[in-house]
């Protein structure tokens, strides 16, 4: 039976991947540093072998592949506005955490790296939807941190032969992203504060829209991608989404119908790093891995707003 190691295992992404694999009876290892992910996050992953440790750390690289054949790896500073204030944090946890990864991976014999990308690749460019074959643009240090991290996949294949999948996530939310810091993913800020009778605040006209999707659809794309064969999918980057947009203030007046909020957002200046829009072409995901989305947006909203709702993320 393969062995698997989820980087960020307490992180939203992360945890979500590790209990996916643990219902499955298989065996998995965690590893966290703690500058985001949350030990509550851990609760119900007891089964998980969990190692404390900063993939800054080449030891702690080396000590969280060894025996591994399979490496989700999904730790990083996941936020746009985090980078644009410290650019050198972001390119450490993002950047070099990355590499040591792989350096570490392959000196351990692993097979096959399953890597967190970013819709924020693609940047500016206005042409939608965002397809594989664009050449990336990225805006933000955040943007050209994680796109480093794709590159050092693709050369990881080409040069050492070790099985690297990239999967370009968009906008991802659900059950377990933390709502508590103004870095958070805007539906967690949004979930949180409205359920809480406290008005959101939209950076911008709120007209920008997002491919937002839910986590479950992240999770089946991620199991999928260990399981391909690897002539298909080894060395190839695939985006991860829905194949839909929605704008924030289209998100707003769902939002109010699902917590019950009253109240107007206020509008703020535009965040810098940010991009107007983004929507996935799903289609590559469809053809090499059979990937589909399970869950559409509005039902994932819901779960995601009960789950708030029920004391989910609070500090
Ligand atoms: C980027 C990536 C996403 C993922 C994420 C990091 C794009 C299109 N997406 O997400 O794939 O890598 O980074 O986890 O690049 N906003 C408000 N009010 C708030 C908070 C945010 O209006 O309180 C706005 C924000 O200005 C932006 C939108 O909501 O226009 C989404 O922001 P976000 O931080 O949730 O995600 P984003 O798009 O930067």
Redesign the pocket.
Known sequence: MPSYLVTGAAGFIGRSIAAALLARGETVRGIDSFITGKRANLVGLEAMEFIEGDLADPAACAKACAGVEIVFHEA?L????RSVADPVGTNRNCVDATLNLLVAARAAGVRRVIYAG???A?GESPTLPKHEQMLPAPI?P??VA?LAGEHYMGAFTRVYGLETVVLR????FGPHQDPTS??????A??CRRMLAGQQ?????N?E?S?DFTYIDNVVHANLLAAAAPAEKVSGRTMNTATGSRIT?NETFAILRELTGYSGQPAY?E??A???RD?LADIRLAGELLGYKPIVDFREGLRRTAEWYRGGGGQE
């Open positions: 990083a996941a936020s746009v506005p970013s819709s924020s693609y933000s955040y943007a994680k996530y968009f906008n991802v103004h870095y958070s993913g805007v539906l800020i949004f959101p605040t939209i950076f911008g709120g920008q997002r924030l703020a535009e965040r790093g940010d991009i983004s």
